[in-house]
């Protein structure tokens, strides 16, 4: 059976805005600090939401697969093309979340035969909602975005992004001081599927980073409808699935990404 996609659409948006009242209400309460590999946040939070959202995509497809940060996060799920897969970041945004920052939200991604076809990136404490569905375009709360019309690296404001992890930082380093010298100026928000989002809605004109899956995979095909070019800055490996491979992603308006990629 065909999948209906305005219908599908409408379930993510219920079950990301019911997450995100969640996510609101547990940092009324008081959060939980935890921390996963050492030094990754995670609060009490994080785990909730996720198992709200897991739960609503088993109670109503049984038989899809989900790949979810907190409880599901076995990433070789996404290689699997066979049948339809969830993909899920309960909260993109956990230290901003901590700090009681507004840049924080829930995403929530939809892929069958490898390709995500809807993503819906809510965002709780300014209540905007992100949609996006393969083929019929993208909007925040419910009017068309587009990305801007940027064509000059040097005016165009750039999002990035850092691991958690102080291991490798030297070449990510590198690529920033270079981005620095070449755009308007740099901005780190602390979620990337919400730079993602905002590259759809031209309040960024670019965005790169490396992610995992869940961060990106809902705000990319917001972005693809909205009109931004998506790709990666090194090579896809053949294997693996270009829309759910986080690896140097790079998301802006389409006159900046050649300009942009070639920096990188
Ligand atoms: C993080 C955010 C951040 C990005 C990190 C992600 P989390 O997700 O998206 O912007 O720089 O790489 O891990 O941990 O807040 O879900
Ligand atoms: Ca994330
Ligand atoms: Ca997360």
């Known amino acids: 059976m065909?999948?209906?996609l305005p219908e599908l659409g409408r379930f993510m948006e219920n079950i990301a805005r019911e997450a995100g009242n969640l996510v609101i209400q547990e940092r009324q309460k008081g959060l939980e600090h935890q921390y996963k590999a050492q030094s990754e946040l995670v609060t009490q939070a994080d785990v909730a939401a996720d198992r709200y959202i897991t739960d609503s995509i088993h109670a109503?497809?049984?038989?899809?697969?989900?790949?979810?940060?907190?409880n599901e996060p076995d990433e070789r799920e996404?290689?699997?093309?066979d049948s339809p897969l969830w993909i899920v970041d309960p909260i993109d945004g956990?230290?901003?979340y901590a700090y009681g920052h507004p840049q924080v939200a829930v995403s929530i991604a939809y892929a069958e035969g490898g390709n995500v076809v809807a993503g819906v990136v809510y965002a709780p404490f300014?209540?905007?909602?992100?949609?996006?569905?393969?083929?019929?375009?993208?909007?925040?709360?419910?009017?068309?975005?587009r990305v801007s019309g940027a064509s000059d690296l040097r005016l165009a404001l750039v999002a990035t992004g850092f691991p958690y992890s102080?291991?490798?930082?030297?070449?990510i380093v590198d690529r920033l001081g270079r981005v620095l010298h070449e755009c308007r100026d740099i901005r780190r928000i602390g979620s990337a599927a919400l730079d993602i989002c905002w590259v759809a809605c031209g309040r960024l004109d670019a965005?790169?980073?490396?992610?995992?899956?869940?961060?990106f995979a809902a705000a990319?095909?917001?972005?693809?409808?909205?009109?931004?070019?998506?790709?990666h800055f090194s090579d896809v490996p053949r294997e693996k699935n270009p829309d759910l491979w986080g690896r140097d992603i790079i998301v802006a308006t389409p006159a900046v990404y050649e300009t942009l990629a070639r920096l990188l």
Do not use: Q
């Open 126 to 145: 300014v209540d905007e909602m992100f949609v996006g569905l393969k083929g019929r375009g993208a909007c925040l709360n419910g009017k068309t975005i």
């Open 94 to 96: 956990t230290v901003n």
């Open 2 to 4: 065909k999948t209906d």
């Open 220 to 231: 990319r095909v917001i972005a693809l409808e909205a009109g931004a070019r998506c790709g």
């Open 166 to 171: 102080k291991d490798a930082l030297a070449p």
């Open 60 to 70: 109503r497809f049984p038989g899809h697969r989900i790949l979810s940060e907190e």
């Open 78 to 81: 996404a290689e699997d093309l």
């Open 207 to 215: 965005y790169y980073e490396s992610v995992s899956p869940w961060d």
